[in-house]
């Protein structure tokens, strides 16, 4: 009867310490990272489309411009990136950063390509919101979820579910109604040819949409197969090197067409003033650099996938704040727009929901059995039971 007890305790004894085995700090650590980049996103994202369209508002008027701020503040994370990159040196955890010649090779082209698509993406945004309604454009960037999904397939391996493929259809269908929409409402910016000018908007944010979910998911390819190393310094350096790329791409033909020499008179002729004028466009730099921490962050502690839901939170902030700074009317397709668009949302959320209690419930649990396996094998051999 004493040996038995004495093996229940000990059994009990190996299952309190396999109790101690589960990462919960580190769950709870990425969990608040999740969280910070998660805001990050949202405050970014509105803040800069809505500072965006107050530039084509009260006068700015060059793409080229608008397109710049989305990169051209990389250098204020340059300090961070050292500084954090110094600490991760120190750190007996992370392994040496390999600096042989093709790995450098390799990650400089990887660096140059997605500059090139973030280049090419900041200008088709920047045309879409110059000609469409900031909540006609923040509906049409529903279509990231879509195409994320798509690209997050063949690169991310990522699964269609039920609730996937609803989320699909859904912010496909939003932005589908957005087509029928009323066009002679006085919505369109500038009041030039309105027909023209949404066809031209729609068809660049639309595009640029799928960019974007191609370079998000190539993003976390790259973490996943190339950079190998998952610490904060990695996304600032990735944010730094992949808009100094995407700056150079800008600012060359915003020389070569001469929009350049046209910057002064535009903050002259600027509306509310020309301290105004170097402030939206210092906070739409400042907005965008903080909306690439979040996106990048995201990808690198969850996914691409992730990151573009949570992208996707801002369709019923942009909309409404729209509504109240720049009076534009949220008419019936706009509102079942928006509530279609929500749900895709939810649906998505619901789903890595899902996904992170299975891999949570799976991995802890297969631990706890393996070891109670060797124990009990251990404890059958000891005794002869």
Partial sequence: MGEIQELNFEKTGVEEDEERV????????????????????????????????LYYTEGGNSVLVAALLETVG????????????????????????????????????????????QAATAVLYSIGLQNLPVSTFSLINSTQLGFNAVFAFFFNAQKFTPLILNALVLVTVSSA?????????????????????FVVGFSCTLVASALYSLMLSMTQLFFQKV???????????????????????????????????????????????????VAVLAMIGLAWQVYAIGTVGLVFEVSSLFSNVIGAVCLPIVPIMAAIFFQEKMNGIKVISTLLAVWGF????????????????????????????????????EYRI
């Fill in 74 to 117: 990389f250098p204020i994370l340059i300090p961070f990136a050292i500084y954090f990159s110094s600490r991760n040196h120190l750190s007996k955890n992370n392994p040496p950063i390999s600096n042989q010649p093709s790995d450098l090779l390799i990650k400089s082209f990887v660096y140059a390509i997605l500059g090139l698509f």
């Fill in 177 to 197: 109604l957005l087509i029928f929409q009323d066009d002679t409402t006085g919505e369109n910016p500038n009041g030039k040819s309105k027909t023209g000018r």
């Fill in 22 to 53: 589960i990462p919960q700090p580190k769950n709870k650590k990425r969990w608040v990272s999740t969280v910070v980049y998660t805001l990050f996103v949202l405050v970014g994202q509105s803040s800069a489309t809505l500072l965006g369209r």
């Fill in 227 to 277: 950079l190998k190393r998952e610490t904060f310094s990695t996304v600032l350096k990735m944010i730094v090197y992949q808009s100094m790329v995407a700056t150079f791409v800008v600012t060359v033909p915003l020389f070569t067409r001469g929009e350049w020499s046209s910057l002064r008179s535009e903050m002259e002729t600027f509306e509310t003033g020309k301290v105004t004028y």
């Fill in 346 to 381: 939810v649906s998505y959320v619901y789903q890595h929901y899902l996904d992170s209690c299975k891999k949570t419930s799976g991995g802890g649990g297969g631990e706890v059995e393996t070891v109670l396996r060797e124990s009990e094998n251990f404890i059958k051999q």
